[in-house]
């Protein structure tokens, strides 16, 4: 008879499938992030500016109104 054990031995294949995902999700990520990366963080500044902004609008406008 043939002896085909070595088809069963794939006791690591799971883990380095799961590796290989990871590493393909990395690079995605990553490449995103060099694409994207100063448009996102300028949005993220734009948007504090205009919450701080506002903030002390708020709060100078309050002022006039209770005097």
Known sequence: MLNFGWLKRNKGQG???YILIVAVVVGIVFGAYKIMGGNVKDKFVDAGNKVTTADVDD????????N
């Open 15 to 17: 883990m380095v499938e």
């Open 59 to 66: 709060v100078s406008s309050n002022r006039s109104v209770g």
